[in-house]
């Protein structure tokens, strides 16, 4: 019953240096999206696809690149990350994100630090 | 713009008293509206839903909340706290496709 996965479960990155967080659903879900955590601003949205095929910026896109692999894999990329970048990032996913009253699935996050 | 305010960022109880985590939201009509929680290190977990089938929500782990129109909020309660309920929990509201998040409680039980 492993629901949302996200790898890896930590990371440091030095200024400039590239990386992918891998996230992937077992629940036959569509719609999957990247938010990242700070202390004190809640969950932020980076990034969503509303279905396979499909990605949308969120509230906060800038330095951040997705993909959406499959239907069960939807990845983020930093292609060179800097010290604002440091963070938690959390994959979700729902059923369909037209349908308000769905709940999201939450994987257990990514803490990242960048020096 | 929708919008979620969670009203206290701390919320301090003795275990054993009763939890009361506010949440009140934008809306022009009735939204469905959820509460998270979340342990350290741990990704959020639902707690309990609200979409419009009745008022008094019952959540997991002795939770509920309560949806009142008239004041637009959706407050969490626990009548006993315990020391295990000690995190962070998240209002959100669903609606417009994206979710829209409170900026989070963080619930701290003192034995």
């Known amino acids: ?17 590239s990386m992918t967080l891998q996230c992937a659903q077992d629940m036959n879900h569509n719609s999957m999206y990247w ?9 932020r ?3 969503y696809s509303a279905s396979e095929g499909t990605t ?45 009253n769905q709940p999201q699935h939450f994987g257990d996050g990514t803490r990242l630090s960048i020096l | 713009a929708q919008s979620v305010t969670q009203l206290d960022s701390h919320v301090s109880v003795s275990e ?8 009140n ?18 990704g959020l977990q639902l707690l309990l839903k609200y979409t419009s089938a009745a008022t008094l929500v019952k959540g997991i782990n002795g939770f509920e909340a309560e949806f009142k129109k008239s004041e637009t909020s959706f407050h969490l309660t626990k009548p006993s706290a315990h020391m295990s309920d000690a995190a962070e ?11 829209t998040f409170g900026r989070g409680t963080s619930l701290i039980v003192h034995p």
Not at chain 2, 16 to 23: D, E, F, I, K, S
């Open chain 2, 25 to 42: 939201y934008s809306s022009s009509y009735s939204p469905s509206l959820f509460w998270y929680v979340q342990h350290p290190n741990k």
């Open chain 2, 89 to 99: 929990y998240f209002c959100v509201r669903g609606g417009s496709y994206i979710p």
């Open chain 1, 56 to 100: 949308d910026k969120g509230e906060v896109p800038n330095g951040y690149n997705v993909s959406r692999l499959n239907k069960r894999e939807f990845s983020l990329r930093l292609e060179s990350a800097a010290p604002s970048q440091t963070s938690v990032y959390f994959c979700a996913s729902s059923p369909q994100y037209r349908l308000s």
């Open chain 1, 1 to 17: 019953n492993a629901g949302v996965t996200q790898t890896p479960k930590f990371q440091v990155l030095k200024t400039g240096q």
């Open chain 2, 16 to 23: 054993g008293t009763p939890v009361l985590l506010r949440c």
């Open chain 1, 35 to 43: 938010y990242r955590q700070d202390p004190g601003m809640g969950l």
């Open chain 1, 45 to 47: 949205l980076i990034y």
